[in-house]
Antibody, heavy 122, light 110 residues
Framework: EVQLVESGGGLVQPGRSLRLSCVTS????????MHWFRQAPGKGLEWVGF??????????EYAASVKGRFTISRDDSKSIAYLLMNSLKTEDTAVYYC?????????????WGQGTMVTVSS | QSVLTQPPSASGTPGQRVTISCSGS????????VNWYQQLPGTAPKLLIY???QRPSGVPDRFSGSRSGTSASLAISGLQSEDEADYYC???????????FGGGTQVTVL
């Protein structure tokens, strides 16, 4: 069974850092682009960024709202994707999801984790 | 403010047809395919329609999608109570080099 499980969320003060993990199983993780998304309380979905597979140089792209503060990485040996969030702001408060385009194409997100909540507050 | 524009809400009685619109631009819907996601309360989004009008395995055929120019739409025929959810359109944006989403439409079954 294909699974994505996020962890690492919690309460953090503004300006601090937090690293989220997306532990995967059941598919060839190293072959796939991994994305991160977020959803602020009561709001819509926002794409955060992606990391391509090693075959594509592990290239990354980020949304303008997080560029320069967030970093996505991956460990193919452990089938884990990471989201390192620095200089956190109150507006980064959201449920964070990892996901991937597994079946139908790299930008058709049919795999999602259950999400992990990040609260940025003093 | 979302890059793709959706109505915030839609509603219908059981059995009715409901349509949700999604408006974009030449850099997203106008040049890339549209996907739709369903999000039930308290759960992660689920792929509902991909490549404008394709249904993943397991999605009932009462859900259908279409795209024309820089707009797309999702139709739910024979509305059922379990269709109460938030629906999001999404596409890749070539100018932003981002995936972009609509703001979501909350569907209520009256």
């Amino acid at each position: 069974e294909v699974q994505l499980v996020e962890s690492g969320g919690g309460l953090v003060q503004p300006g601090r850092s937090l690293r989220l993990s997306c532990v995967t199983s059941g598919f060839s993780f190293g072959d796939y682009t991994m994305h991160w998304f977020r959803q602020a309380p009561g709001k819509g979905l926002e794409w955060v960024g992606f990391i391509r597979s090693q075959a594509y140089g592990e290239a990354t792209e980020y949304a303008a709202s997080v560029k320069g503060r967030f970093t996505i990485s991956r460990d193919d040996s452990k089938s884990i994707a990471y989201l390192l969030m620095n200089s956190l702001k109150t507006e980064d408060t959201a449920v964070y999801y990892c996901g991937s385009g597994y079946t139908y194409g790299p930008d058709i997100f049919d795999l999602w984790g259950q999400g992990t909540m990040v609260t940025v507050s003093s | 403010q979302s890059v793709l524009t959706q109505p915030p809400s839609a509603s219908g009685t059981p059995g009715q047809r409901v349509t949700i619109s999604c408006s974009g631009s030449s850099s997203n819907i106008g040049s890339n395919t549209v996907n739709w996601y369903q999000q039930l309360p308290g759960t992660a989004p689920k792929l509902l329609i991909y490549s404008n009008n394709q249904r993943p395995s397991g999605v009932p055929d009462r859900f259908s999608g279409s795209r024309s120019g820089t707009s797309a739409s999702l139709a739910i025929s024979g509305l059922q109570s379990e269709d109460e959810a938030d629906y999001y359109c999404a596409a890749w944006d070539d100018s932003l080099d981002n995936a972009v989403f609509g703001g979501g439409t909350q569907v209520t079954v009256l």
